[in-house]
């Protein structure tokens, strides 16, 4: 039997802040970014969504609810803070590990010894703002766009090093280190001298490359996410690809799930990403199709609600051409990695529940309840494709 799973993450749509922000991240209260978009917008263009049952899982008077087509649920987030790159691992079926907060200045020294025992030239150029300039072309230091101490960047000017020999700095100061990631990243078309001029403080004591005024991201962009303790062949692309399955990631997913033998389609616009879907379930027969909507987390990011709510209106449309393209033997999972309130007080991402539809044909919607994990999408479509289970998740397929 032919089986496709075809899963759809909408990068940042949350659906309210999880029980637990007043503890963790008070700055998340009251955050709720599909319904303060619906405040902005109550005629928000969503017939597709509204069809399979959003208004089952987000009350709101601008969604009347009705008897959905899909099984619909809330997922919360396991994985500590609010984070893409956590999110999808969870996604795809990781239990996140417990991770150290840390600035990189607390573990300079270490790293820096960690380099040279490794054999590379390391130096301190500025002792007041301390980073790392390994063989003269790669600054290692905070990640600047993100949660205090969680991530570090390993950037390089990849017309001076290779970028697997970035990568191969990445790699060993992800071992020498506790935070929940490690980003090795580079660009071409830029000199060390102006990743260097670009090097900040931030407010909150953080030191690192201001990566978009760097330019690393214009041209020729590379980049490796090293997360703690992450083992892809325990997640359902590397099951699916086992069973000799095919596996598509398309957008931000295919930068951020490994999947040696899968198929990667690079996008970044919404419209390439639902196109790229509905080419893929032109050719392919079998296995996973799965693919993230990233421009609606850009739009949080710039608390831009009127671009959101419009791409939320783009997304609506692709997935009624999804379902079209449907067979009986198909099943849709629809949902989020974390929110992104673009009417929150700060820029950055916020702690919240995520939708989840699961979608059919010919078959009858249910509820799904209230999933501990995002890993519960992982499990369900291993079951459903009948391949190797996940170390983390409860399948909802019955």
Known sequence: MKK?????????????????????????????????????RPNLKIPNLKKMGIGSVLSHDAIIETHPIASYGRCA???????????????????????????????????????EDSGYKVVIPDQTMPFLLVEDAVIVADNIETDYGQIYNVTGAIDVISFEKIQAIGKIVRELTKVNRVIALGGEGISVEWILSCVERRADGLIGVNSPKSGVYHQGYQVRHLGLGLNPEEQVQSAAIRAGKEVVLIGKMQDVIIGERAKRIVAIETSLVLTSILE??????????????????????????????NLIEQVDEGIGKIIEKMTCEDLLIISADHGNDPCALHSQHTRENTFLLAYQKGRSARNLGDRKTLSDMAASIADFLEVDACKNGVSFIE
């Open 280 to 309: 893929a379930l032109e050719t392919t027969s079998s296995g996973l199709i799965a693919a993230t909507v990233q421009e609606t987390d850009l739009a949080g990011h710039a608390q831009d609600v009127n671009l959101y709510a």
């Open 4 to 40: 496709r799973a075809i899963l759809l993450i909408i990068d940042s749509l949350g659906i309210g802040a999880m029980a637990d922000v007043a503890d963790v991240r008070p700055q998340d209260l009251g955050a709720n970014t599909f319904g303060h978009i619906l405040d902005y």
């Open 77 to 115: 987030l396991l994985h500590e803070g609010a984070d893409s790159y956590l999110g999808h691992q969870e996604i795809m079926g990781t239990k996140p590990l417990p991770a150290k907060k840390m600035p990189f200045v607390g573990v300079i020294e270490a790293v820096k010894q960690g380099l």
